[in-house]
Nanobody
Framework: QVQLVESGGGLVQPGGSLRLSCAAS????????MGWYRQAPGKQRELVAR???????LYSDSVKGRFTISIDNAKTTVYLQMISLKPEDTAVYYCNQVLVVPGGPRVGNIYWGQGTQVTVSS
C-alpha cells in the first residue's frame, strides 16, 4: 500500500523560511509527477508547485521566485523550500504524487499526503 507522509510545517514569522518534505513508501514502479497544493480557510485547494518526471517544473504566480520544488537522489521524497514567507501563504499544504504501482494504470494513480499546516504570522 502506497503512503505519502508529510513533515515540516509550523509557525513562522513573515519573511521567514520553511521546508516541507513528502516521502513516498510502498510498492512503486515509477513516479510520473510530484507536486504541492495548498488550501486556505474558505478557499479552494490550489496548485503551488509541480515537477514532472522529465524535470519540468511549474509554479503558481504567487510563489514564483520564493518557493522551490525539488526531489532527493532516490526520487522518493519531494521537498518544497519556502522563503520570504507572507501571511497569505498561510494554509494547509498537501503533497500530491502521481505514482505507477503494480497492477495499476500506466498513467499512474494520484496519491495525497495528510496535509501539514503552515502559519505565517508575527
Amino acid at each position: 500500500q502506497v503512503q505519502l507522509v508529510e513533515s515540516g510545517g509550523g509557525l513562522v514569522q513573515p519573511g521567514g523560511s520553511l521546508r516541507l518534505s513528502c516521502a513516498a513508501s510502498g510498492s512503486i514502479l515509477s513516479i510520473n509527477a510530484m507536486g504541492w497544493y495548498r488550501q486556505a480557510p474558505g478557499k479552494q485547494r490550489e496548485l503551488v508547485a509541480r515537477r514532472t518526471s522529465d524535470g519540468s517544473t511549474l509554479y503558481s504566480d504567487s510563489v514564483k521566485g520564493r518557493f522551490t520544488i525539488s526531489i532527493d537522489n532516490a526520487k522518493t521524497t519531494v521537498y518544497l523550500q519556502m522563503i520570504s514567507l507572507k501571511p497569505e501563504d498561510t494554509a494547509v499544504y498537501y503533497c500530491n504524487q502521481v505514482l505507477v504501482v503494480p497492477g495499476g494504470p500506466r498513467v499512474g494513480n494520484i496519491y495525497w499526503g495528510q496535509g501539514t499546516q503552515v502559519t505565517v504570522s508575527s
